[in-house]
């Protein structure tokens, strides 16, 4: 148990929530909104129904309509979640979110032009096409590096050759030798 008042988190081993965990969670709240959803437009569409024959009794059709807009301009407050049904915001620096048809966003990307890319971007590109360039001359042996690789190859390939041929010739010779031995032994036992 640490001394002092408060706890320190360090050192401590992390604990991360399982991918199952995560999704039942996502499951509930998304079953919790369509509760809501459904208990709410149930509330909504039975008062309604109890203020209609009330006020057709009491009121003119012009006033039944002013009512109706004043309903909905109140069920649109009630859609916003928290302060912001409260608060009207009135900066023109706001962007507005718009709807925006499939159809002009297709326009839209057919008549765009291509993204100008930063300097940056323009360096990283043109050293990976350098990079690419390089590696094709490379493979074709047209560098001086490559040049330089495949002399050095064919000195090696030509000393393993030499030393190959040199092992056969030695190998060879052994076999002679015991040859004559083995000719010599038998001179010397037939006699």
Do not use: C
């Given at each position: 148990m640490?001394?002092?008042?408060?706890?320190?988190?360090?050192?401590?081993s992390?604990?991360?929530?399982?991918?199952?965990?995560?999704?039942?969670?996502?499951?509930?709240?998304?079953?919790?909104?369509?509760?809501?959803?459904?208990?709410?437009?149930?509330?909504?569409?039975?008062?309604?129904?109890?203020?209609?024959?009330?006020?057709?009794?009491?009121?003119?059709?012009?006033e039944?309509?002013?009512?109706?807009?004043?309903e909905?301009?109140?069920?649109s407050?009630?859609?916003?979640?928290?302060?912001a049904?409260?608060?009207?915001?009135?900066?023109?620096?706001?962007?507005?979110?718009k709807?925006?048809k499939?159809?002009?966003?297709?326009?839209?990307?057919?008549?765009?032009?291509?993204?100008?890319?930063?300097?940056?971007?323009?360096?990283?590109?043109?050293?990976?096409?350098?990079?690419?360039?390089?590696?094709?001359?490379?493979?074709?042996?047209?560098?001086?590096?490559?040049?330089?690789?495949?002399?050095?190859?064919?000195?090696?390939?030509q000393?393993?050759?030499e030393?190959?041929?040199?092992?056969?010739?030695?190998?060879?010779?052994?076999?002679m030798?015991?040859i004559?031995?083995?000719?010599?032994?038998?001179?010397?036992?037939?006699?």
């Amino acid at each position: 148990m640490p001394r002092g008042k408060w706890t320190n988190h360090k050192g401590r081993s992390r604990r991360f929530t399982n991918p199952e965990e995560l999704e039942e969670q996502r499951k509930r709240e998304e079953q919790e909104r369509r509760w809501k959803k459904n208990n709410r437009g149930d509330d909504e569409s039975s008062s309604e129904e109890e203020e209609k024959p009330a006020t057709k009794g009491d009121k003119s059709n012009s006033e039944d309509e002013s009512e109706s807009e004043s309903e909905s301009e109140e069920e649109s407050d009630d859609n916003k979640k928290g302060v912001a049904g409260l608060i009207q915001i009135e900066n023109p620096n706001r962007r507005q979110l718009k709807a925006k048809k499939l159809a002009t966003l297709n326009e839209t990307l057919d008549t765009a032009e291509p993204a100008q890319l930063s300097r940056r971007e323009r360096e990283e590109v043109e050293r990976q096409r350098k990079k690419l360039h390089y590696q094709k001359l490379q493979a074709e042996g047209k560098t001086d590096e490559a040049r330089a690789d495949l002399a050095r190859l064919a000195i090696i390939k030509q000393q393993r050759a030499e030393a190959a041929k040199k092992r056969e010739d030695e190998k060879k010779e052994k076999e002679m030798a015991k040859i004559q031995k083995s000719a010599e032994m038998q001179k010397a036992l037939g006699k």
